[in-house]
């Protein structure tokens, strides 16, 4: 059974936003229980889709006393490298099987803190690694919009969770594109927040330098609710900023007036297609208020291989801790995958060859940092496809070392650059009920401007399955 | 000397690395206690950062990075304004991250310098690192099993590295005993060497005499845990490449340890090529960003050294400079004997007297002793021991008494029969009676007489 375009069902409290639950529950006209009680069936019928890797069976017991908080005691779900004290977090691969974190992470912490409750982890690429949940060592999940094809990674299950409304909203981690893409291509909304505002503690490291914990939910609302909960400065993240946590939820609906938006990788030849595809849609930005027009940008192929050097190089350093001295599962149980990056990583970093590849990638990040900060002098946002085209089958990745760095290629020039990024459903395809995503991106610590801009598209378009909520 | 013999064709190329843990509160990246040496058990100040689980992310110990540069200024070092830490990898079960956060390119200090009985021992740099974890290898149930204990595991270490300019065994031994005395003044370390908390290894090799270059090969001698083994390491390993050199072999490049019994250094493993630790910085943790009125701000608070102070002692309070040298331990107590010296010299006692009842009369040397105190304590061990003012009033109405012709002489202007008369009240009280005392009451009584 997959998942049709409308998403919203007056009787299933699961297929709510969380903004309406939130204000049923205050107007009492829902209980915690009829909630819970949906998302456990939709659970239930979703089984097949391989969404959780574990479950709190005790979820709503938690919700005791969360009610009057902003998150209310709502079911969020939670990508399974998210450390989360007692309840098993593997980030998909076997060498954590049997793995109990006995602290928790900063980001659940305050989700925990904020009302919301755990109500499972879900799939991800083994340790991130990915952008199709394929490599995961506990089996693929499954796109909900159509099984027959893939759902994106690393966060796959997230994506997954929200679009088959098993849950209100859930965690993701993006390192380049992990929470864009898989948002995208299950035609679900993930905010990607600046480098540096949701704290990386407890997170299972993937790349260091970019690894940035966020939200995917189903509209901007929610994402902007979720993110208002979960970011800050944290004293256990040095690479956190101190400074204050817009009140996103208060900038939504400022709209997009007189802003510029400048159009990226509309003028790269592979990819005329897609963008042909939304060329209709775009113009809705002028129809706001806003002034669009394509930019020359540095060539995000660039950015593959910038990203494929830094990100080898900090995985290798990062997982040498999985050496088998304390993770009983120890550096026999990686997968192929992880494999291949800890010895490219090895590789970039040798004494002789470091210069040569580790360097330069380091320069031509610059390059890129300085790419951005001249658009940005002249736009107030960017926009762009999220991914090349639509999700791929069930199975693409075999024998494709670099899927995840082709399907990400459009977010790594903003990843390796710490920059802010949204993506919002822009498009479905009737027959295949498989989204293209938009790429909405913003300054550095300016995610106000893009959730503006991803409200105003949202509520003037239809291709978010949940706005007719209401 | 020992080093070198006067007519060696060769003479000695060293250069000393010093692992100095800190006695900062907490380690170095988390907010665990720094004591692995008073820990009730193993593993009991551990948690998700230096354990280095999933997740566990660093944060700089500020009070580590200030005492680093205090005491890179106070070795002459100069400071990079620009600074961070690097990824060093290599695989040891005692490192629990894979790899150890340390500096590679940009150390927090660098050209510096310790002078020495035997000339100037350059410092190369000065950087700041993390300790491993503990190895315990035990026979559990027959079975012989490691052990690995995590109390240590993160500790502030920093390494002081010399230039190979250490021109003998001695100069090494001095070089690291005045390096281990400023580090213990400076109150950032402890340097037990016997728990690790101060660990020598040296470089050693020979080449010609008068020869410019650097030797092609160079032997490190690592597991040195007093400064009488870094000298008897180096001595020896000397004479046994001095033998190597005369059969026209060069010494392999390799890490000898110390083997303190036979007073050997032996193989453990060779080093034919520098060995790849992949550094690469930190992505966990911001550069370091310091500005030079920082730097002015930590030189300013440096105390006075202890080759300053002792000097001061000797042009102010005549203090010999072995006596000084001996009261020298930490910055507290040398600001505090300033005090207890000032005090003496007003009460007119002699502070050298006084330098020297600490170190040879037991006098506690304890700066949690107020000064005024310790004054007292010392003129009260000095000073004859007060009587009761009744007892000796009668002894002496007594005595008077007794010899009342003698008194009449004195009477009649025969004043040198005082002596007469406190020679014989002293047979009478303790000898450590106070004099002063005993002249002051008779002289009242005389008085009186009249």
Redesign the interface.
Known sequence: MSIPHKNYHKDQPNTWTLAKTRKALTNKEITLEEIYKAVDKAIAQTKNLNIYLARDNQALTKTHQRTNLPLAGLPIAVKDN??TKGLI?T?SSNV?KK?I???E?TVTTKLQQAGGVITGKTNLDAWAHGSSTETSDFGRTLNPRNLDYLPGGSSGGSAAAVAADTCLAAIGSETAGSIRQPAAWCGVVGLKPTYGRCS??????M???TDSPGPIAKTVEDACIVFEQIAGFD?????TANKSVPKLTEELNKGIKNLKIGLLYSDIKELQSSYKLIEKELAVFERLGAKIEPVKALDPHYAIGVYTIVQR??V??N?????G??YDLGRTQFGAEAKRRIMLG?FT???GY?DKY?LTAQKVRTLFKKDFDQLFAKYDLLVSLTSPGFAKKVGATEGQAMFGELEDMLLEPSSITGLPGLNVPCYRNPQTNLYLGLNIIAPMWREDLMIRAGHAFEQATDWNSWRNDQ | MITTTKNSKYELVCGLEVHAELKTASKMFCGCVNNPFGAPKPNVYTCPVCLGMPGGLPVINKKAVEWTIQLGLALHCQINLFSHFDRKHYFYPDLPKGYQISQYDQPFCYGGYIDTSEGRVKITRIHLEEDTAKLLHEIVDEQKISLIDFNRSGVPLVEIVTEPNIKSAKQASEYGKTLRQLIRYLEIGDCNMEQGGMRLEANVSLRPVGSNHLPSYKVEIKNINSFRFLEQAIVFEVERQTTLLNDNKIPTQETRGFDAVKNITFSQRSKESAEDYRYFPDPDLPPLVFNDSQIEMWRNELPKLPKQVVEHWQTKFDISVSLGQQLIKTKTQSSWLDQVFELAQKAKISPAKLANAFINKKLPLDSAILPQTIIDQFSKNNQTTAIEEDQLTQLITDLLNKHSSELARYKAGETKLLGFFIGQIKRQVPPSTNISQINQELLKQLDRKT
């Open positions: 998210f450390c977090t980030a954590l793995f974190p006995p602290f992470s990386r503690f407890g997170v299972v490291a790349a260091s330098s004293p256990y993240d040095s690479t190089a900090e290798s350093s997982l040498a801790r999985y050496a001295v304390r090895t970093l040798a004494k470091a580790y």
